[in-house]
């Protein structure tokens, strides 16, 4: 194919990125892009554990009283991948109105 792709110069974000990275780089000094650079900080820190998360318990003792009063288990599974395939509204083979 034979065509003309304009150029309209650098895109508006990548020079307000550049100019931004240029301003922290004068303030805080040269950013290390190798991630050579060593932390003037602690990073092996204990990070205290506290719990489950309400919501996370909320949201499991919804579907635990949800599956008992409908007597349905919910089994979601995962694919090859590790993407979880739930049943969907729209996909009429996930569900009956039958009781």
Do not use: C, R
Request: no cysteine; glycine share 6%; charged share 30%.
């Amino acid at each position: 194919m034979d065509y003309v792709v304009p150029n309209f110069g650098t895109d508006k974000e990548m020079l307000a990125s550049q100019e931004h990275l240029d301003a922290m780089e004068k303030k805080y000094g040269k950013w290390d892009y190798n991630g050579k650079h060593k932390d003037d900080y602690p990073t092996n820190y204990k990070v205290p554990n506290f719990g489950i998360d309400v919501d996370i318990m909320d949201s499991t003792d919804s579907e635990k009283s949800s599956s008992d009063l409908l007597a349905h288990a919910w089994a979601p599974k995962q694919d090859a991948n590790g993407v979880w395939k739930v049943p969907q509204p729209i996909d009429n083979a996930s569900y009956t109105y039958d009781k």
